[in-house]
C-alpha cells in the first residue's frame, strides 16, 4: 500500500522533511539564546543605571576593556575638555533617524591620563567632507558625569573601519585609535556618553538612556520553529496517508475502457 514511498518524487520528500526538522529546532535554540542574552543585557543596564556613579578610573584603565557587568555604568570624572583633538563619528542617528556625527571630545583628567567622551549628537550638514561646527563644551575645570561604554569594533557594530576618511572624522569609537591621534598618551579603554553638565542650546544633543524594558520577539519565534519543526513530520505524514487513500481508491474504480466486441 505504501510501496510508494521508494519514487524518486517521496525520496526526495522525506530527505527534505528529516533536514528541515533539526534545522528548525537548531532555529529555535538561536532565538531562545537570544532571548536570553537580551534579558541579561537589561538587567545588567538597569542595574548599571539604578547604582550611584563612581569615578571612571576604578572601572578603567589604559589600554583596558570595560567589563560587561559594568555596561552603561554611571561614572564621573574631573579634568578638562580638549577641543582641539576633537573628532566626529560619522553616519551615526539620532532619536528621530536623522544622520549625523557623534561628537568624541578628549576629557584630560586631573593625572594627565585622558578619557574618551561621546558629547552627543550634531546634524550632518550638508557637506559631509568638512568638519561641522561643534558648540563648544563646559570651559576650564569641570566634573562630568556619563555612562560607561566598551570600544566599538566592526564584529560587534557591524560598522565598517573605513580608512582614508576627511580630516578629523572616525567611524568607530576606540581608545586604541584614539590614543593613536593623540600621539601615544594614555587613553582610559572605553568611552563615556555624557549626561552632564547638559549643553548649552541643547546642542550636541545628548543621547539618550538605553531602553531596557522590552526583550524582543525572540521566545515567541523560538516557540514558533519548534512548532514547524513538530508540524514537519506531521504534514508528511498527512501527505503520505492521502497519497496511499487516493491511489487505493484509484485501484477499486472500474476501468473506464469500452470492452471488447463480440462476434
Request: charged fraction near 20%; proline fraction near 8%.
Amino acid at each position: 500500500m505504501y510501496r510508494f514511498l521508494l519514487s524518486r518524487q517521496w525520496v526526495i520528500l522525506t530527505l527534505v522533511a528529516l533536514a528541515l526538522i533539526p534545522t528548525m529546532i537548531e532555529l529555535g535554540f538561536w532565538q531562545l539564546h537570544r532571548h536570553e542574552h537580551r534579558v541579561a543585557l537589561n538587567k545588567v543596564i538597569a542595574d548599571s543605571l539604578a547604582a550611584k556613579p563612581v569615578p571612571a578610573e576604578s572601572l578603567t584603565s589604559p589600554g583596558a576593556t570595560v567589563a560587561h557587568r559594568d555596561l552603561y555604568r554611571r561614572v564621573t570624572a574631573r579634568g578638562t575638555f580638549d577641543t582641539t583633538h576633537e573628532v566626529v563619528v560619522r553616519r551615526r542617528t539620532n532619536a528621530d533617524g536623522e544622520v549625523g556625527y557623534h561628537v568624541l571630545t578628549p576629557f584630560v583628567l586631573d593625572d594627565g591620563k585622558v578619557l574618551t567622551v561621546n558629547r552627543g549628537w550634531v546634524p550632518a550638514g550638508t557637506a559631509q567632507t568638512s568638519f561641522p561646527r561643534i558648540p563648544a563644551p563646559v570651559p576650564g575645570e569641570v566634573t562630568i558625569t556619563g555612562r560607561l561604554m566598551p570600544d566599538e569594533t566592526t564584529a560587534g557594530s557591524g560598522i565598517k573601519n573605513v580608512r582614508g576618511l576627511p580630516d578629523r572624522q572616525v567611524m568607530l569609537i576606540d581608545s586604541g585609535q584614539e590614543a593613536e591621534l593623540l600621539g601615544g598618551r594614555q587613553v582610559l579603554g572605553g568611552y563615556v556618553e555624557l549626561t552632564s553638565p547638559a549643553p548649552k542650546g541643547g546642542s550636541p544633543e545628548l543621547l539618550p538612556d538605553p531602553e531596557h524594558g522590552d526583550i524582543g520577539p525572540h521566545l515567541a519565534y523560538a516557540i514558533q520553529w519548534w512548532l514547524f519543526s513538530a508540524g514537519v513530520p506531521v504534514g508528511w505524514a498527512v501527505l503520505a496517508r492521502r497519497e496511499a487513500r487516493d491511489r487505493a481508491a484509484a485501484a477499486k474504480r472500474p476501468s473506464q475502457e469500452p470492452a471488447p466486441a463480440t462476434a
